[in-house]
């Protein structure tokens, strides 16, 4: 840790409206170019929505048949039916609705807004997008192609933007990762008096995300951001790491 | 937005054990400038650690009276229980208990486990750490002296590390501010496509706290960080702002 002295964050520039099918590893080393930047010893950080694109995971409105329980949801809080059915459809426990929101529990075990079925910075009006089905997996398989093609080492995180309780405004989270630590464990070392640390365990996938978010804006065609500075130590899965087991979590 | 491509965030170097009535604003000009480092253009973040010592928000435990409730929680969850005495002094009210923890919303309206009262990171055993009474104004007033000393423009943030509920692992957010807006309100603005964003407001001092939080790593004597690249737009305080109000809050 007393190593780390420095950390930057760089936009990747000229990421194009992604496709489904989309070669995601070939549009990154070609932005990294264009940015003047080389894939080496970093951390490669972007958001779920060019994922969720490049994997097809987009519906369209049109085809989407509410159930009974959507249709109600909808008309309580001024929602269109086929957007919740798809919430539902995403939804393992709808964990609190109101103020025209509904908290979800996606399959994942990720709790957010409408289980991160979102209609908008969609390709066109009237088509959802869906949260990868595996973001780890999706990680894992992306940086394996970077690496293939002569990138790395390098680590890959996909984020989301969150809500929290009890805090307004949205932060960046990781929805999956590769080729790091998502909890960097700290327990076991000592304070600067050498008195063990008993809870340190520095979500450090998350911060990343966070810390990535503020240069991606939604609204700037920015979804990937390099970042260098962070050891890449060990591995692990995100959404498996970081998800709360029910037994520990006091907010189920 | 689009004009922010590269963010970066340095370490300060050599900020010694702070003492209470220490001077911070002397420690940071100090440590900026061994570290290389003008402070302007940027956001000073530091942890909440040495501002609450700087303002003597210590307390020996020897001198604490714990009454009959902090006795009978101590017990139950083996802690000490002049601990929980003073959490207790720090709560408005308890939001959940369990697992040996209790998460606590402070006076301030956070919502933390032991209402931020630490036992580790301390000048010696036996004494616990306070949050500041008004980070806010903590922050406003470095800023103050800072700039009375030449630095500057500039933001401070004042941070300290939470837990999650659903998400194991910790992050760093802030509870005070002074000199940046705590969210960036993009409401209004279009997404690629030029369709209004309803609901994008990241809190931006919360996901610099984040990305700051990575180089301060509780064991290594890092308490502040430099960060530039993010515009200083705007100003408010943190403390009041990003505390959701219980009316739109669906997790009281």
Same sequence: chains 1, 2.
């Avoid at 409105?61 to 509410?66: K, T």
Wanted: net charge negative.
């Amino acid at each position: 840790m007393s190593s780390r002295r420095a950390l930057s964050f760089h936009a990747l520039e000229g990421i194009p409206e992604v496709e489904p099918g989309a070669d995601l590893a070939a549009l990154h080393l070609a932005a990294a170019e264009r940015t003047g930047i080389e894939l080496t010893d970093g951390i490669l950080v972007l958001c779920q929505k060019i994922v969720s694109k490049a994997e097809g995971r987009l519906v369209d409105l049109s085809e989407v048949e509410p159930r009974d329980e959507a249709i109600e949801i909808a008309e309580e809080h001024q929602k269109d039916p086929r957007h919740i059915e798809l919430v539902l459809r995403e939804t393992r426990r709808v964990v609190r609705r109101g103020h025209g929101v509904l908290i979800c529990e996606t399959h994942h075990g990720f709790v957010c807004a409408n289980a991160g079925v979102d209609l908008s910075n969609t390709p066109q009006d009237g088509i959802a997008i869906l949260l990868p089905t595996d973001p780890d997996a999706s990680a894992r398989k992306l940086r394996g192609q970077l690496m293939d093609r002569g990138a790395g080492p390098l680590a890959v995180i996909i984020t989301d933007t969150f809500g929290r309780p009890w805090r307004e405004g949205l932060v960046d989270i990781a929805i999956g990762s590769a080729g790091i630590a998502p909890i960097e464990d700290l327990r076991g070392q000592g304070d600067r008096r050498g008195r063990e640390l008993v809870v340190t365990t520095p979500a450090s996938v998350d911060a990343l995300a966070a810390g990535a978010g503020l240069l991606m804006g939604k609204a700037a065609g920015t979804p990937s951001v390099w970042v260098t500075g962070v050891p890449l130590i060990g591995d692990g899965d995100v959404a498996q790491d970081l998800v709360r087991e029910p037994a520990t979590d006091l907010f189920r």
